[in-house]
């Protein structure tokens, strides 16, 4: 029996890769309807990149991506690549360019990347509705998915999951994607906040918070993972680019070391500033190559500095190590409040890799950051929320 509220398939959440799916499945002819509990839709694009929606990385691979199942992200990355975004950023005379290691931003706002979506979806006749919190969720007998809401019951043969994770909670993220998969016999991997700041605590904040905005760059390594970039100081720990990438891959309890002078052999350069510099003070020479503050903080707490001609040559590699492989103990995580994404999510092995829909519940299927697959910094989430609602949106049956 029809009835108003009948389409081929309803989408939860209204965010990058609800409407990417939708879109794609619009395009293909189905009656798609998006319903997200929100005020309005793709908050998180909108606030991105510093309102500019770092919507893409042109190197994203399978390596940029962190998941119990590495493997998992690869088809639906590879169908979906940066340039089928691009084209699509190009066909709507948004003009972007490349920030840093194939980051890609719109020149003007994140507002165009929004309004792209809503456009390609209007005119692939999807219909979204806003204010739409959803009650209910169940299966009816004949397999398909009814949705209790706010704005009344609706019902489609299939039910795609994109709520999200649950970093910025007072954007409305929840964890209702999760209580959904569970609902359905689904694993959740536990969730922890990603792309996050780091607090300090004890005698590692004593010695550095009131050097609260020096920034320098640095090579920060965790387990077997390290990136180069910024590291800044803040009030309550450290953050900058190469710390929110090294926070994926921190756990409570593990040690971060720091390379102070990446790309630099310190020994080299120590031994040249003995030979060369040999009557200046160490806090000098240091002054030079990092923030004056930090290097003379340095040599207030971890390194005694003397003229360079006063150190034996084990004194001298003693402090290259140091400078090489700063130790730095961090206390946590300043949380979902400040966290750009979610790690862990929806078990990546109840899901079919090409098409992302659940291998036990026919006709359900989960996408973007709800899932158990997250990216770096640089525009992988949103490449991520891409490919795996195109994937969707490619899979997704007619009524
Ligand atoms: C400050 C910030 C900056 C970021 N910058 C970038 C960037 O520049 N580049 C990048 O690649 N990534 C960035 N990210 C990460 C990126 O925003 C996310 O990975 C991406 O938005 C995930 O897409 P999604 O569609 O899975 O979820 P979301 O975009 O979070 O969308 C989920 C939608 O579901 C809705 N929803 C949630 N619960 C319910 C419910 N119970 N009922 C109905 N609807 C619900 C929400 O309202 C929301 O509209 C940033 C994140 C933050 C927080």
């Known amino acids: 029996m029809s009835h108003s509220n009948d389409c081929d398939a309803l989408v939860i959440g209204a965010g990058a890769a609800g409407l990417m799916c939708a879109l794609a499945a619009g395009r293909r002819g189905l009656r798609v309807r998006v319903l997200d509990h929100a005020n309005k839709v793709c908050k998180k694009v909108l606030m991105s990149g510093g309102g500019r929606c770092n919507f893409t990385n042109t190197g994203a691979t399978p390596a940029n ?8 992200c690869k088809s639906a990355l590879a169908r979906y690549t940066p340039w089928h975004f691009i084209e699509l950023v190009e066909r709507h005379g948004i003009a972007y360019h490349e920030k840093e290691l194939g980051q890609l ?3 003007e706002s ?15 006749g999807v219909e979204i509705r806003t204010h739409c919190a959803i009650e209910r969720v169940e299966r009816t007998d004949a397999g398909r998915f009814r949705l209790h809401t706010a704005q009344g019951r609706f019902e489609a043969p299939s039910l795609v999951v994109a709520s999200g ?17 569970k609902q359905f016999g689904h694993a959740v991997l536990p969730t922890r906040a990603g792309l996050v700041p780091l607090t300090l605590t004890g005698k590692h904040a004593e010695r550095l918070h009131d050097l609260a905005g020096v920034a320098l760059p640095v090579e920060a390594r ?22 929110l990438q090294i926070s994926n891959y921190w756990q409570p309890g593990d040690e971060l070391r720091l390379d102070l002078l990446p790309g630099t052999d310190t020994n080299a350069l120590l031994r040249d500033w003995q030979r060369q510099r040999r009557d200046s003070e160490l806090r000098t020479l240091l002054a030079d190559v990092l923030p004056k503050r930090f290097a003379q903080r340095l040599c207030e707490h971890w390194i005694v500095s003397r003229p360079l001609r006063q150190y034996a040559p084990r004194e001298l590699d003693r402090i290259a190590a140091l400078l090489r492989d700063w130790p730095l103990m961090a206390s946590g995580t300043e949380g979902y409040r400040t966290a ?17 829909m659940s291998r036990t519940v026919p006709g359900l299927y989960f996408i973007g ?27 997704l049956g007619g009524a």
């Not at 954007?171 to 209580?179: D, E, I, K, L, P």
């Not at 993972?225 to 009030?235: E, G, V, Y």
């Not at 750009?340 to 992302?356: H, I, N, W």
């Open 165 to 181: 994770g649950l970093s910025i909670p007072s954007m409305g993220a929840s964890g209702f994607g999760y209580t959904l998969a």
């Open 222 to 243: 965790c387990h077997d993972a390290s990136f180069r970039n910024f590291m800044l100081i803040t009030h309550r720990g450290i953050s900058g680019p190469a710390i």
């Open 110 to 124: 994140s507002k165009q990347i929004v309004a792209m979506l809503l456009a390609e979806c209007a005119d692939a």
């Open 65 to 72: 991506y962190l998941s119990a199942n590495p493997h998992f």
């Open 369 to 395: 950051e709800v899932v158990d697959v997250t990216g770096w910094l640089g525009g992988y989430n949103f490449q991520w929320a891409w490919a795996s609602g195109h994937a969707a949106g490619q899979a």
């Open 340 to 356: 750009e994404v979610t790690l862990g999510g929806v078990d990546t092995d109840g899901l079919s890799s090409a098409t992302m």
């Open 105 to 107: 931003f719109c020149d």
